[in-house]
């Protein structure tokens, strides 16, 4: 019993590679929100990698477009199909490189950056005072003097 292997479909292809796309652009959300905590270039670095690796995805999901354009195409020659397919390798293992490569960049540059000086300690942008009482009002009653017994006469 012999059955056929065929490949994924252009929507199951898509669809692999979507998540990796959403996950790889929050990442670089994530990295440009925290740009203040890990600096300046930890951040740019961690968010250009990550925009490497989604378009990476990118053309992954073109070049699964394309080549099965091309292989139900009515001009379909053997050369310019493997051709196209060896310029979408080569762009695959580019990007991917690049965007790994910067990705481990900002992870060393986070990891090398000097915490900043604490010449002042971290205030708090609210003001310090208590909301409550006002500050016309007297804020607590006044004590009252402890009552005392009579003195005691021992005659």
Same mark, same amino acid.
């Given at each position: 019993?012999?059955?056929t292997?065929?490949?994924?479909?252009?929507?199951?292809?898509?669809?692999l590679?979507?998540?990796?796309?959403?996950?790889?652009?929050?990442?670089?959300?994530?990295?440009?929100?925290?740009?203040?905590?890990l600096?300046?270039?930890?951040?740019?670095?961690?968010?250009?990698?990550g925009?490497?690796?989604?378009?990476?995805?990118?053309?992954?999901?073109?070049?699964?477009l394309?080549?099965t354009?091309?292989?139900?195409?009515?001009?379909?020659d053997?050369?310019?199909?493997?051709t196209?397919?060896?310029?979408?390798?080569?762009a695959d293992?580019?990007?991917?490189?690049?965007?790994v490569?910067?990705?481990?960049?900002?992870?060393?540059?986070?990891?090398?950056?000097?915490? $900043?000086?604490?010449? *002042? !300690? &971290? +205030?708090s =942008?609210? %003001? @310090?005072? $208590?909301?409550f009482? *006002? !500050? &016309? +009002?007297? =804020?607590? %009653? @006044?004590?009252?003097?402890?009552?005392?017994?009579?003195?005691?006469?021992?005659?």
């Open positions: 019993m012999s059955e292997v065929e490949p994924f479909s252009n929507g199951v292809e898509v669809g590679r979507l998540p990796v796309i959403l996950v790889a652009l929050a990442g670089v959300v994530l990295a440009l929100v925290l740009i203040r905590r600096g300046a270039l930890a951040g740019l670095l961690g968010a250009a990698g925009l490497l690796i989604a378009a990476d995805q990118v053309v992954n999901i073109a070049w699964v394309h080549l354009a091309m292989a139900n195409g009515d001009d379909y053997a050369d310019t199909y493997v196209a397919g060896n310029a979408y390798t080569i293992v580019v990007l991917v490189t690049l965007g490569a910067l990705l481990i960049g900002a992870v060393v540059a986070a990891a090398l950056r000097k915490p $900043a000086a604490t010449a *002042h !300690p &971290q +205030q =942008p609210f %003001p @310090q005072q $208590a909301p009482p *006002h !500050p &016309q +009002q007297a =804020p607590y %009653p @006044q004590p009252q003097q402890p009552l005392q017994a009579p003195p005691f006469d021992a005659r």
